[in-house]
């Protein structure tokens, strides 16, 4: 008999080669939900809920089944924790949300005003290793910090709540470094979605509408009045995406997210040219804040501290009509017409709709039932005390709401495709790995979410995408294809099978990436082995001719080598590329 293949690092490749182990893991991964589970409960078919009062499920300690205490925590944070789970149950899961809602944000912090731009002492020159001034310009004028500070901020900070709905706020109101490429213009405004996560989107709009990151970034920043004489005439980029975007759509929705149509059967536009106009006379008069020690003028060196300042000479002070016929009136201060244009925004009954949605997409399920989005639409046109867009609210209700609730999902279609980050954060947070975030934000774009950095103000995926052949909703696999899906396997390649990434000299305080699989290996036996990776990572849901594959694949492994982490290292890897882990339920 032939002696078996080894690997880099001594782990032996089975016998039947590369092409038959593929063919194992596209076995393991089309075993489906209909099959029985080794723990827990098998997979439930149902109908969509289609009632429309406005509820949530509220577990005391007592009655908080695990399997639900990890859903829940698949939901609400960047992976799930054998202790994270035990607090849930023994506290509750309203209990858990009000902790996580009293957490204060953690923010970006160490940042701080730089030039547009780069000083010659903070330019790269494509040095191999980087010198002083080519490293001033990585953590200044890219991304890479911040992103660096996403990872470890989601794999190791306490409010994981606030950190994801920020991530999910910031994929719907985005600005990107391919336009704002300073590090501290980034880092001030995600630092405005983590403080106002859980706060009122009238004042989230507000914030968001004077960043001078995103009056950069969508062109309000120095947009002028008409004036024929010298050829100005406003901006109409962010009053096109404020809306579009940001807040209604582009058509009219009903309260469960559906469109309205007109007698003809078309979609009932939102917004048309004069809209656009009007808004965007609106949001002229405003420049960058003034640079610490200089006078401020109309149109003030680019500064992404603060907020945007206005200068009435350079406002359009005529009448602006806006949505559903208001118009703002004349004369008015830019601060005026720009509380009054947001008022009419957020009054509009399709944001509550139209942004529950797409939270409910980013925190919970990718395909909700109109049901659901109508509950939460509901919540947040009132919080129960008479508020609108109250955010805590609503994202309370998304996790409480029936549909999101209980050990095992509502429908088939329920779930989606764990994103690039949350793919990587929770690998690591479950199996009690840590990162510097050096190799995540490198494997996070590779597997096409490279953070802060999306190409277009529509984010990586849109939150209309469907599922090819199908009409399911799957915004994920907007990115998903051959190269990002490679990339995801060779992630956990590395992380799993190689030991993860050593720390890079030219990071200051690196760590490197890894995961002590020590543990596993005092299992008695691979059989308890699996049993322990399904509750670590699966929450007791793998189907049991899945987990006897693996379990085949892991004797084979430990039969071959002397690693003692051999068959954890194959099990690990096997669960972690499985369509059943990845598709997040």
């Not at 009690?432 to 996070?444: E, K, M, T, Y």
């Not at 998903?480 to 899906?485: I, P």
């Amino acid at each position: 008999m032939a002696s078996p293949r080894f690997d880099t690092i001594g782990l032996p490749v089975p016998r039947w080669g590369f092409a038959a182990t593929c063919a194992m893991m596209l076995a393991l991964t089309a075993c489906g939900g209909g099959g029985s589970t080794s723990v827990g409960s098998a997979t439930t078919t149902g109908t969509t809920t289609t009632s429309t009062t406005t509820t949530t499920t509220t577990t005391t300690a007592s009655t908080v089944d695990p399997m639900d205490a990890a859903r829940l925590l698949e939901q609400a944070t960047f992976g799930v924790t054998a202790s994270d789970v035990a607090h849930v149950q023994s506290i509750g899961i309203d209990a858990y949300i009000s902790e996580q809602i009293a957490y204060p944000p953690t923010q970006y912090t160490g940042y701080s005003y730089t030039p547009h731009t780069a000083p010659t002492s903070c330019s790269s020159d494509g040095s191999n290793p980087p010198d002083a001034a080519s490293l001033c310009a990585r953590e200044q004028y890219t991304p890479f910090q911040v992103q660096l500070d996403f990872f470890t901020h989601a794999l190791n900070n306490p409010d994981q709540l606030r950190q994801r709905v920020a991530f999910a706020l910031s994929q719907i109101m985005v600005v990107s470094s391919v336009q704002i490429y300073e590090a501290y213009g980034l880092a001030n405004f995600e630092n405005i979605l983590l403080n106002d996560a859980f706060g009122n989107y009238r004042t989230l709009l507000q914030d968001v509408t004077l960043s001078p990151t995103m009056g950069a970034y969508l062109d309000m920043a120095d947009s002028d009045q008409t004036n024929p004489q010298n050829g100005t005439v406003p901006n109409q980029n962010y009053a096109r995406e404020l809306m579009q975007l940001f807040s209604i759509g582009l058509v009219e929705l009903n309260p469960d997210g559906t469109q309205q149509l007109d007698a003809t059967g078309a979609p009932i536009p939102t917004f048309d040219g004069t809209t656009v106009d009007g808004l965007a006379a609106v949001f002229t008069g405003w420049t960058y804040p003034p640079v610490s020690g200089a006078s401020s003028q109309w149109t003030n060196p680019i500064n992404y501290s603060g907020t945007m300042v206005s200068f009435p000479d350079h406002h359009q002070s005529g009448t602006k009509t806006l949505l559903n016929g208001y118009t703002v009136p004349a004369g008015q201060t830019p601060e005026q017409d720009l509380g009054n244009a947001l008022d009419d925004i957020f009054n509009h009954p399709n944001v509550g709709p139209f942004i529950s949605q797409q939270l409910i997409q980013h925190l919970v399920t990718s395909n909700p039932s109109t049901a659901y989005v109508s509950r939460m639409a509901a919540v947040f046109a009132n919080n129960g005390v008479g508020v609108r867009g109250d955010l805590s609210a609503v994202v309370r209700a998304i996790l409480e709401d029936p549909e999101a609730r209980g050990p095992t999902p509502a429908t088939n279609e329920f779930g989606h495709l764990r994103e690039p980050a949350l793919f990587i954060t929770s690998t690591l947070r479950s199996l009690g790995g840590q990162s510097d975030g050096v190799l995540l934000r490198n494997a996070s774009s590779a597997m096409g979410q490279p953070i802060y950095s999306p190409e277009t103000v529509f984010s990586f995926y849109p939150p209309s995408y469907q599922i090819p052949g199908t009409q399911t909703l799957g915004p994920e696999f907007g990115i998903q294809n051959s190269a990002t899906a490679l990339a995801r396997s060779n992630f956990i390649n590395t992380v799993i099978m190689q030991g993860g990434a050593a720390a890079d000299p030219t990071v200051t305080g690196s760590t490197g990436t890894s995961i002590n699989l020590t543990t596993l290996s005092s299992a008695p036996n691979n059989g308890v082995l699996i049993g322990q990776l399904n509750q670590t990572l699966m929450h007791g849901s793998l189907p049991s001719d899945a987990s006897n594959i693996i379990l085949i694949a892991a004797d084979t492994a430990a039969g071959t080598s002397s690693n003692p982490l051999a068959a954890a290292r194959t099990a690990c890897y096997l669960i972690l590329t499985s369509a059943q882990y990845q598709v997040e339920r």
